[in-house]
């Protein structure tokens, strides 16, 4: 079953600690995106990846890292510099051809205490 | 980033009623996708537009693409309670794909 997987669903932490929020595919597309939802607001891009070993920032890249050493994997962390991180985070990936479409995870809801 | 306006934010309606969104760039825009995010869920594609002047339909759902490729619309007849969500439209520029700010809608029984 093909898809995009973000774990876990919900997560909290604490103030001034670094968190890593996963985002897995097996759709073998190569573009990757990072998103953020604040209640009542739109998506704003926080980071994109192209191919493999390669990123670039979005909109809203400061308090944010991602790596990305593996295709189906595209992992975004959440640092302590980021001033208000708590929101609910979409992970995307694209596949290009006739309909060049953004194909989502179900998200993870992250709540800084 | 490209601006890509939505209007309008919030929409109530009575079940039955029609519902339009529109959205609006000010650059021309090399296509347009439109994608439905229900409560706490995530956007899921619904469409996309390439054409000038493109008009689509799924079921009760019509989706417009204006002459000038600057500006998009979806209408919903007769809506439903199955409707309410958030309605968002988004076009991509090179790599970077950018998004309206939504019409969240909600449909009273």
């Known amino acids: 079953d093909g898809g995009i997987t973000q774990s876990p669903k919900y997560l909290f932490r604490k103030e001034g600690q670094n968190v890593t929020l996963s985002c897995e595919q097996n759709?073998?597309?190569?573009?990757m995106y990072w998103y953020r939802q604040d209640p009542g607001q739109g998506l704003r891009l926080i980071y994109y990846s192209q191919i493999v070993n390669d990123f670039q920032k979005g909109d809203i890249a400061e308090g944010y890292s991602v790596s990305r050493e593996k295709k189906e994997s595209f992992p975004l962390t959440v640092t302590s510099a980021q001033k208000n991180p708590t929101a609910f985070y979409l992970c995307?990936?694209?596949?290009?051809?006739?309909?060049?479409?953004?194909?989502f995870g179900p998200g993870t809801r992250l709540t800084v205490l | 980033g490209q601006q890509v306006m939505q209007i309008p934010q919030y929409q109530h309606v009575q079940e039955g009623e029609d519902f339009t969104t529109y959205c609006n760039s000010s650059t021309t825009l090399s296509n347009i996708q439109w994608y439905k995010q229900r409560p706490g869920g995530h956007p899921v594609f619904l469409i996309q537009l390439v054409k000038s002047g493109e008009v689509k339909k799924q079921k009760r759902l019509t989706f417009q693409f204006g002459e000038a490729k600057k500006n998009s619309s979806l209408h919903i007849t007769a809506t439903q309670t199955t409707d309410v969500g958030t309605y968002f439209c988004g076009s991509n520029t090179g790599n970077q794909f950018y998004f309206g700010t939504g019409t969240s809608l909600t449909v009273i029984p």
């Open positions: 759709l073998n597309h190569d573009a």
């Open positions: 995307a990936s694209r596949r290009r051809g006739r309909t060049d479409t953004q194909y």
